[in-house]
């Protein structure tokens, strides 16, 4: 506890030192009246990812006081509220005596004034632009839900007979949901996680979306249990352990067919069936859909670790018809790319088989903002012998 003691001081006393040259950067887009409210309002405005940060390092630490009162114990971060560490700052108390405000008053000119806040915005917005980018591109890369799966995947994850290959496995797919009970679980394995490797993953993943994490030291991380054989294992053996996933089609395959733990919870309501040449109307019709909380299958989502367009072979064409087996549905993008994909033709085929409802959406409804679809009625894609089209696709 002492080592979490003194690495709250340690960053709230680098936050302070950030925070305090965001506020000499404030003043001179300062107002010629100002006040608190004002201060923590161009704070927030310009430096929106560094508050986000701050107000979460206070609610980390403030949980953990509170489960300390809870356990009979006393508080022991106590940490101020992100509003009162901004305003307490020795150079924004600076800012409220009566010689600072005065000289400001004095030298106040508004055609300067506007100027500066001009320019000043245009620098601040780009830097937001440039870092809201990055996390866009981080997004892309997950669907914004929480399927009700993920519950039992995090249960899998701390089961005490779960290995490192497990937990390896089992973060991979978590990492392709983003909502906030999976950023959670990253913040407790960022904490608490004994294996490097996996607090390190944690660690990444969390600042790739803009949160508070920080990499803590093999050295200080605590091995709660009494068995001292196991304790030992654990900070000799498991602490130290790296796993990498063989990134290929068979991979998933086997892990499908074998039915393992990070595969057989899985379950989606649509399946898009599309061409990836529609890539981002696609990656549109996925962010309408997680917003009505509809988990879908889209291969570059959903298995981009594994299904590589490089590395297509028969393993390949088995996930695909597994996670047509999972989906509730079909939700085929109709446009001129996708009417003549063979990949295309196979998954309605095979959806048709499994006498599963297909749903159409065209492409050029996506583009206008028009989220309309409906069951196929048209049967164009129909071939009796389509198993053969497999061939085409290899």
């Not at 307490?88 to 005065?102: H, K």
């Not at 899985?266 to 109307?281: L, R």
């Amino acid at each position: 506890m002492g080592f979490t003691k003194h690495l709250c001081e340690k960053t709230l006393f680098e936050k302070k030192k950030q925070f305090t040259n965001f506020i000499n950067e404030l003043k001179p887009i300062l107002p010629e009246k100002y006040d608190e409210q004002i201060i923590l309002y161009l704070v927030k405005k310009y430096y929106p990812f560094e508050w986000r940060i701050l107000c979460e390092q206070y609610d980390e630490y403030s949980k953990a006081d509170k489960k300390l009162v809870r356990f009979g114990k006393k508080r022991r971060y106590n940490m101020q509220r992100p509003e009162k560490v901004i305003l307490q700052l020795p150079v924004v108390r600076d800012l409220f005596t009566n010689g600072v405000r005065e000289k400001h008053k004095k030298q106040f000119i508004p055609a300067s004034y506007e100027k500066k806040l001009r320019d000043f915005e245009v620098k601040r917005n780009k830097m937001i632009q440039a870092r809201q980018a990055r996390i866009d591109q981080a997004l892309i890369k997950a669907q914004q839900m929480g399927p009700v799966f993920l519950d039992k995947l995090m249960g899998c994850y701390d089961r005490k007979n779960a290995t490192l290959k497990d937990r390896v496995y089992i973060l991979a797919e978590l990492k392709k949901y983003y909502c906030p009970k999976v950023v959670n679980f990253f913040k407790k394995i960022a904490h608490k996680e004994l294996n490097f490797q996996l607090r390190e993953e944690a660690v990444r993943h969390l600042l790739a979306f803009g949160h508070y994490a920080r990499l803590r030291k093999q050295k200080y991380m605590q091995v709660h249990t009494s068995n001292k054989k196991r304790k030992k294992r654990l900070k000799k053996e498991y602490a130290k352990e790296r796993f990498s996933i063989q990134a290929i089609p068979n991979e998933l395959e086997y892990r499908i067919q074998n039915n393992l733990r990070d595969q057989k919870f899985k379950h989606f309501d649509y399946f898009i069936s599309h061409s990836y040449k529609d890539h981002e109307q696609v990656q549109k019709l996925i962010v309408y859909l997680n917003h009505n909380d509809k988990n879908v299958y889209c291969d570059w989502i959903s298995d981009s670790d594994y299904l590589k367009r490089h590395l297509v072979c028969d393993a390949t064409l088995e996930v695909i018809e597994k996670r047509l087996e999972q989906s509730q549905a079909v939700m085929f993008v109709q446009s001129d790319n996708s009417c003549i994909s063979p990949w295309v033709k196979y998954e309605l085929n095979y959806c048709t088989a499994l006498k599963k409802t297909i749903y159409v959406i065209c492409k050029e409804d996506i583009i206008n903002d028009s989220m309309f679809f409906k069951a196929l009625e048209d049967d164009w894609y129909i071939d009796p012998d389509y198993k053969n089209l497999k061939f085409k696709l290899m």
